[in-house]
């Protein structure tokens, strides 16, 4: 039985990825923080009692600020497969806390890999990589085009990149970076603008709120359905070699577009219902992201299956759901 070690497992990635790897037979260990209040809400469905026979599925306590818990995890577990998704991931939030956001996106990554090397383990490793770290260079964007990071997040990611590139080059690892699009989910955070419009359209249609308020409108984005995108992170570590993967749709939509198509899916009307409100602007702005994933279809056998619009109304027709559920009483409502 093959054992994985996943940073971020409570994540809409790591959710996705455990529950993929349960299923392939793994047994999966979970980094997750330590908070007051229950943050494991994307893996309940898959969540093992310890006390239970044979559990799969173990959660440990754990940071990418604290090196010495990765080494001890690292030695304790002896896993054959590392997923490396935990960040701080927020684009924008990252203009505020820039610090914080290179220390656990960047710093992060080259602690869990120095903790690999001071193991001495040889399992291999998936460092998740962004499709911001080609920021302003025009698409398509492929694993040769260079990178021009526009916020804090995306330089951090770069670190992250070229520092997993490092290691496989100085200390024979087996180290992939998995340059993924954005890839959306009914998982997908809140504050995320696709689920924060898709949530919007749901609490709209029911009269619960008046209006939604977003950005920049014209940036373009190539999106996937993050369920389909962590088998491709599966598959980079299945191969002979270890090599860097741009996984993407091979199209792109505005948030504009996102906007019309997830209103249009209950019926409204987007532009009487979505307002701007300038702090939402990032101070450098991305203008179009378009993934060319020809060499992932080429070497993995990858190529995406859920089409934009499908993908906005799996999204929209989740979050109505949820949001009939609270009201009838289904789940607990936010004290």
Not at 70 to 94: F, N
Request: charged share 25%; with cysteine.
């Amino acid at each position: 039985m093959k054992k994985a070690f996943i940073t971020g497992i409570t994540g809409q990635d790591g959710s996705y990825l455990a529950e993929l790897l349960l299923k392939k037979g793994y047994e999966v260990h979970g980094v997750i923080r330590r908070s007051s209040s229950f943050n494991t809400g994307r893996i309940m469905q898959i969540f093992q009692d310890p006390h239970s026979p044979n559990p799969k599925l173990f959660l440990h306590y754990g940071d990418l600020s604290d090196s010495t818990t990765l080494v001890k995890l690292l030695s304790k577990i002896s896993p054959d497969e590392i997923y490396h998704l935990g960040a701080q991931s927020h684009v924008r939030v990252s203009f505020d806390i820039p610090e914080y956001t290179t220390d656990i996106t960047g710093l992060g990554t080259v602690r869990l890999l120095e903790a690999i090397r001071e193991v001495g383990t040889r399992a291999r490793f998936y460092q998740a990589s962004s499709s911001e770290m080609f920021g302003s260079t025009p698409p398509p964007q492929s694993e040769n085009t260079p990178f021009h990071p526009r916020s804090p997040y995306a330089v951090a990611k770069v670190l992250a990149y070229w520092a997993t590139v490092n290691y496989r080059e100085s200390y024979n690892l087996f180290a992939c970076n998995g340059i993924l699009f954005n890839h959306e989910s009914p998982r997908r955070g809140e504050t995320f603008v696709t689920r924060k419009i898709t949530r919007a359209v749901a609490y709209i249609k029911a009269g619960l709120q008046e209006k939604l308020f977003l950005g920049n409108l014209d940036a373009k984005r190539d999106w996937g359905y993050a369920k389909e995108y962590v088998e491709a992170m599966w598959l980079m570590l299945q191969q002979e070699t270890p090599e860097d993967f741009v996984i993407a749709t091979g199209e792109t939509h505005s948030v504009r577009e996102f906007c019309e198509a997830a209103f249009a899916v209950v019926g409204l009307d987007w532009e009487k219902y979505v307002a701007i409100d300038q702090r939402y602007f990032r101070p450098a702005e991305v203008d179009a992201l378009m993934g060319d994933a020809s060499k992932a279809k080429r070497v993995l056998g990858w190529e995406p299956q859920t089409k934009f619009a499908d993908l906005v109304k799996i999204m929209v027709e989740a979050d109505v759901k949820a949001l009939q559920d609270q009201l009838a009483g289904k789940v607990d409502l936010p004290i």
